[in-house]
């Protein structure tokens, strides 16, 4: 009898702990599923050129992860634009249409792209503002500092990848957020075209979590 009288308790106990786990992971992938930042790239290092311009068209599905559990975020469609405007700098302007269960939301970046290596390596600067729904503009200004780095193996070849930096210019207390793109170009002329899948994830620093995604672009230069 006594055995049995401790058994139920632990089982109970167990039971609970089970519970709990299982709340607080879907607490905190309900969390992360609010509305994450877009942050896949979908181009690669090599600037456009000055007289030359470039447009992109993008789709993404985001997942949320936490614990070893997943949950669909939301999916985005983007449109990039980009212009030679010097031998080592592009400006390039980007939108994104957010739609996430609890309704639509909306991002816009421009910046210059910086030129490091020639065809290899560049830095891009945008600065970006979201709106939509309850969101406050003021609190989603964004510098995002982003790394790209692309190896070519001939004209229909090429993979880039990427990182970037959220720096929230009005809101010190947003996570500090990374996020890493791995990206193919494929073509039959990369100097006029390419299809773009690329997977990325973004990780805030201080928390396990992280978003993860997956994107198709098609880019045509001129």
């Known amino acids: 009898m006594t055995t049995m009288r401790w ?10 702990r089970k519970l ?9 992938l309900i969390s992360a599923a609010a509305c994450a930042p877009p942050f896949s790239e ?12 470039e447009v992109t068209a993008g789709y993404n ?3 949320a992860g936490y614990a070893g559990q997943s949950a669909h ?13 010097a031998a080592n700098t592009d400006i390039r302007a980007r939108y994104d249409h957010i739609a996430t269960a609890d309704g639509s939301f909306h991002a816009l970046s421009a910046g210059p792209k910086f030129g490091l290596v020639k065809d290899a390596v560049s830095l891009y600067l945008p600065v970006g503002i979201g709106w939509g729904g309850e969101v406050e503009s003021a609190r989603t200004l964004v510098l995002n500092p982003t790394l790209l780095a692309t190896g070519r193996f001939d004209q229909h070849a090429e993979v880039t990848g990427s990182m970037k930096y959220y720096w929230w210019m009005h809101n010190t207390n947003e996570p500090k957020l990374f996020a890493w793109n791995l990206g193919l170009g494929l073509s039959s002329d990369l100097d006029r075209w390419a299809l773009r899948p690329e997977v990325g994830l973004l990780r805030d620093v201080k928390d396990s979590g992280h ?12």
Do not use: K, Y
Request: hydrophobic share 40%.
């Open 7 to 16: 058994q139920q308790p632990n089982s109970d106990l167990e039971a609970h």
């Open 20 to 28: 709990t786990g299982t709340l607080l992971t879907a607490m905190a």
């Open 42 to 53: 979908l181009q690669s290092a090599r600037l456009v050129g000055v007289g030359h311009r």
């Open 61 to 63: 599905t985001v997942n």
């Open 73 to 85: 975020v939301q999916n985005e469609v983007s449109a990039q634009a980009a212009f030679g405007v």
């Open 211 to 222: 978003n993860a995604q997956f994107s198709l672009g098609l880019t045509i230069r001129r």
